[in-house]
């Protein structure tokens, strides 16, 4: 590299920051060590100018915007999240206690644009949509399992409410 004149005054020198043109693609990996994704662009704060977030690409699946409150390490090789993002629930199996199918989650519904879950929807087929709360949750892993002594009750899209 070609000598570089410095106009700083409590600034770091070049080597000791990150060059954000080479972040594209580097791994975007969850708290417990899921690759999500790919870096798609890093977003800065306009009047503040520090990074506020990250846009990540998960493979056919959209993109999702994480901001640098979630991020715990920034480096040049990956992005390590502290955190399990609430969005990546949809499509999963929700199985009650018992070990029945009870459908898949359509829909993650949060505190606002938070990670905090509210409560999940879920769909099956000729079934309506549910609502269960958080709470009646027990596990969330490849599967959603609910807890013992919760029973949900569906009903065929032709029962009245």
């Known amino acids: 590299m070609r000598r570089v004149d410095y106009i700083i005054t409590n600034e770091k020198r070049i080597e000791e920051n990150i060059d954000v043109s080479k972040l594209k693609g580097i791994k975007v990996i969850s708290k417990s060590g899921h690759v999500l994704g790919k870096l798609s662009k890093v977003y800065l704060d306009r009047d503040k100018l520090n ?6 690409r998960m493979n056919g699946l959209g993109k999702f915007f994480i901001g640098m409150s979630y991020i715990v390490r920034f480096s040049e090789s990956a992005i390590i999240l502290n955190i399990e993002p609430s969005v990546l629930i949809k499509g999963k ?7 029945k199918i ?15 879950v509210v409560k999940l929807q879920i769909s ?38």
């Not at 990074?51 to 990540?56: F, H, I, K």
């Not at 009870?102 to 993650?108: E, H, P």
């Not at 505190?111 to 905090?116: F, G, L, Q, S």
């Not at 949750?137 to 029973?151: F, R, T, W």
């Open 93 to 99: 199996k929700v199985i009650d206690y018992e070990g």
């Open 124 to 161: 099956s087929f000729l079934k309506k949509k549910v609502d269960i709360p958080i709470n009646y949750v027990d596990i969330i892993s490849k599967a959603v399992i609910l807890k013992e002594d919760h029973d949900i009750r569906q009903k065929y899209i032709w029962q009245r409410s």
């Open 51 to 56: 990074v506020e977030g990250v846009l990540v």
């Open 102 to 116: 009870l459908g898949i989650v359509s829909k993650v519904i949060r505190k606002e644009e938070k990670n905090d």
